[in-house]
């Protein structure tokens, strides 16, 4: 800044900084980031200004970072992003490097949790996660697991599976759509022992996934009911019935895993 009684520039300390320098004095037991996200997203010149803070835990060569500071930063890796930059040398030396990768099985588990609509969980199981991602070409959407988040957000708010089209693209939309066409057992025809076990084998592998999903909308008083006949579709679907039904409900995952011990395993 020009300070216009000296004619001279003065430095200012960063408001992030101080907030540091609070937080680090008034916790001094524990340890706080200073967390540098899209780091790779720099440009060489821009990641330069950050080599001070990163390698000499300084700001401006002026200040020092407090004694309980940590430095963090995540990014994405070339062949991951359009976007990214590769990143200095001395930077990627001096950092130790955890490499995140998402499976299905992991994201399905997250999903379960973290109410990503059912139908969305569904599809991502049939398809083994195969359109968990699609290739990013910067010209159309691509799917990837920030986008199915945001799918689900659209599918809850207007329960059209065409809307998720400018998110994931049009070639998995339509793939999704025809998924969530398929015929499916109800849960109120279970609810009144309508259906056989030859009508389970008239359906095929897409229709029993979405009839997973469709039953797991059972309530708690139901749920033995609906569980002993979702048993008989096979083991892979009540695994996906019994997660979506729980969504991280305490009470529920406990039902669930008081039924399991109650037929050993």
């Known amino acids: 800044m020009y300070n216009q009684d000296t004619h001279e520039m003065i430095d200012i300390k960063p408001s992030w900084l101080k907030k540091l320098e609070n937080i680090c004095e008034s916790e001094p037991d524990k340890l706080?980031?200073?967390?540098f996200d899209e780091i790779t997203n720099a440009l060489p010149s821009i990641q330069g200004i950050a080599f001070n803070i990163i390698l000499d835990k300084e700001v401006?060569?002026?200040?020092?970072?407090?004694?309980?500071?940590?430095?963090?930063?995540?990014?994405?890796?070339?062949?991951?992003s359009l976007a990214a930059n590769q990143l200095a040398e001395p930077l990627f030396n001096r950092f130790a490097h955890v490499y995140i990768k998402t499976t299905p099985d992991g994201w399905l588990k997250w999903a379960s949790e973290n109410n990503i609509h059912p139908a969305i969980c569904a599809y991502i199981a049939y398809t083994g996660g195969r359109s968990l991602r699609s290739k990013y070409t910067g010209e159309k959407p691509n799917a990837d697991p920030r986008k199915w988040e945001m799918a689900s957000k659209m599918l809850?708010?207007?329960g059209n599976p065409k809307m998720i089209r400018s998110l994931v693209g049009e070639d998995i939309t339509n793939e999704f759509v025809e998924f969530c066409n398929q015929e499916v057992i109800t849960l109120e025809g279970v609810l009144q022992d309508k259906y056989t076990l030859e009508d389970i084998a008239l359906l095929n592998t897409a229709s029993l996934y979405l009839t997973a999903v469709n039953l797991s909308q059972v309530d708690e008083e139901n749920y033995d009911k609906v569980r002993s006949f979702v048993s008989k579709i096979g083991?892979?679907?009540?695994?996906?019935?019994n997660s979506?039904?729980?969504?991280?409900?305490?009470?529920?995952?406990?039902?669930?895993?008081?039924?399991?011990l109650q037929l050993g395993g």
Request: aromatic fraction near 12%.
């Open 32 to 35: 706080h980031i200073v967390f």
């Open 60 to 80: 401006n060569g002026i200040w020092k970072l407090p004694d309980n500071a940590r430095i963090v930063a995540a990014g994405n890796e070339m062949k991951d």
């Open 156 to 158: 809850y708010k207007t």
């Open 235 to 241: 083991p892979e679907f009540e695994s996906i019935f």
């Open 244 to 260: 979506l039904y729980a969504q991280g409900n305490e009470k529920r995952l406990e039902q669930v895993a008081i039924k399991k």
